[in-house]
């Protein structure tokens, strides 16, 4: 089944640029989903179809897909972006497949 | 707007059965898809299985097949997720989701969880 690759952690000051990979074998081709997930909380969608986002998500949320790596970038990032982070695709089962999951610290 | 709730938390003994319901309100088209997505205690998300209430027809992922069934009540707006043979591996907290259609790629919104501890 597919596999996508995300780093395990992340640490970034607040103001500063969090960007939270994942990788997989020409995920370019297909639609990248991300879900933000905080302690205790379900997930919940903040970007759809690579780079759309749901309504009530800030712009500071934007994504990119491309090649063999996909890209969730927030901007200026604030202490309620701490949080767990996972990138989701249709696979090539013609069922979901999610990312590891990158956890998010806010230094 | 969707919105998912679904039942309180579940212990259950080794080999066992859970019946875990989430119910549905709101803005629902009529051709909406529900999967269910466990999470182990810190552990990622997986996919367990899904169904379309209007059809009837569920699939699942292989490594649950014949161990789990997902049903819907289309009269109360409501999915059921049965896991069988319970196992201590199986702890985790379920979650279902929402997807406006089946041709829809993405979940949203996502119920709240419900815990279930398998333990003797």
């Known amino acids: 089944s597919y596999v996508m690759t995300q780093p395990p952690s992340l640490s970034v000051a607040p103001g500063q640029t969090a960007r939270i990979t994942c990788g997989g074998n020409n995920i370019g081709s297909k639609s990248v989903h991300w879900y933000q997930q905080k302690p205790g909380q379900a997930p919940a969608l903040v970007v759809y179809?690579?780079?759309d986002r749901p309504s009530g998500i800030p712009e500071r949320f934007s994504a990119s897909n491309s090649g063999n790596t996909a890209t969730l970038t927030i901007s200026r990032v604030e202490a309620g972006d701490e949080a767990d982070y996972f990138c989701?695709?249709?696979?090539?089962?013609?069922?979901?497949?999610f990312g590891g999951g990158t956890k998010l610290t806010v230094l | 707007q969707v919105h998912l709730v679904q039942s309180g938390a579940e212990v259950k003994k080794p080999g066992s059965s859970v019946k875990v319901s989430c119910k549905a309100s709101?803005?629902?088209?009529?051709?909406?898809?529900i999967s269910w997505v466990r999470q182990a205690p810190g552990q990622g998300l997986e996919w367990m299985g899904g169904?379309?209430?209007?059809?009837?027809?569920?699939n699942y992922a292989q490594k649950f097949q014949g161990r789990v069934t997902i049903t819907a009540d289309t009269s109360t707006n409501t999915v059921y997720m049965e896991l069988s043979s319970l196992k201590s591996e199986d702890t985790a907290v379920y979650y279902c989701?929402?997807?406006?259609?089946?041709?829809?790629?993405?979940?949203?919104?996502w119920g709240q969880g419900t815990l279930v501890t398998v333990s003797s």
């Open positions: 989701a929402h997807q406006l259609t089946g041709d829809v790629k993405w979940f949203d919104p």
């Open positions: 179809d690579d780079t």
């Open positions: 709101g803005s629902t088209f009529s051709r909406y898809a």
């Open positions: 989701q695709v249709w696979g090539t089962s013609d069922h979901p497949v």
């Open positions: 169904v379309i209430p209007l059809l009837g027809i569920a």
